[in-house]
């Protein structure tokens, strides 16, 4: 007993192949599609849409370079203009300024780590580390707006302009 009909022979005297059999829309595919994460757009290869490193970024999942370069430059620059205004310079030893700067860094490091957000993770360690460095940095220590001040500035609104630029979606 043969499953299907019997091979029929061609002009040539040899048998006839036979074809492969498709299944129809009603039959289920041999392997399901692959769920889309959420806050990804649906489609996939077959639509021209492959999710990559850019688009899960969307979904807070990966670190968001610019970001990062934006909100440590903005934080540099905040620093360096209002180091004589936080005393940073001027207390001996580790004031009650810096001390809020260091909580608020931890509190953005750990709702990151929580929440599996890893740039603001990242955001809160090099804000931490920017506010414990600011005495070693000599920001505030001369009055006046001094020469470090002004290289820290400088160093900020580069990174925030970096930072921007980075951020910026092609026209298209």
Not at 112 to 125: D, E, F
Not at 149 to 170: S, Y
Request: aromatic share 4%; with cysteine.
């Amino acid at each position: 007993m043969t499953n299907g009909p019997e091979p029929r022979e061609t002009q040539s005297g040899l048998p006839e192949r036979p074809r492969p059999v498709r299944p129809t829309p009603d039959e289920p595919r041999a392997t399901p599609p692959l769920p889309v994460p959420p806050g990804l757009p649906a489609g996939g290869a077959a639509s021209g849409t492959v999710p990559s490193a850019r688009n899960l970024g969307a979904t807070g999942r990966s670190l968001h370079h610019a970001a990062v370069l934006t909100v440590l430059g903005l934080y540099l620059l905040l620093l360096a203009l209002l180091a004589d205004q936080l005393r940073l310079g001027n207390t001996q030893g580790f004031g009650y300024q810096q001390w809020a700067g260091v909580l608020l860094a931890a509190v953005l490091l750990l709702t990151g780590a929580l929440l599996r957000i890893p740039t603001l993770a990242v955001i809160g360690l090099l804000t931490g580390s920017l506010t414990l460095l600011a005495d070693y940095l000599g920001l505030g220590r001369s009055p006046g707006f001094g020469g470090r001040q002004a290289i820290a500035a400088a160093l900020g609104v580069l990174l925030l302009i970096t930072g921007c630029l980075r951020g910026r979606k092609p026209v298209g």
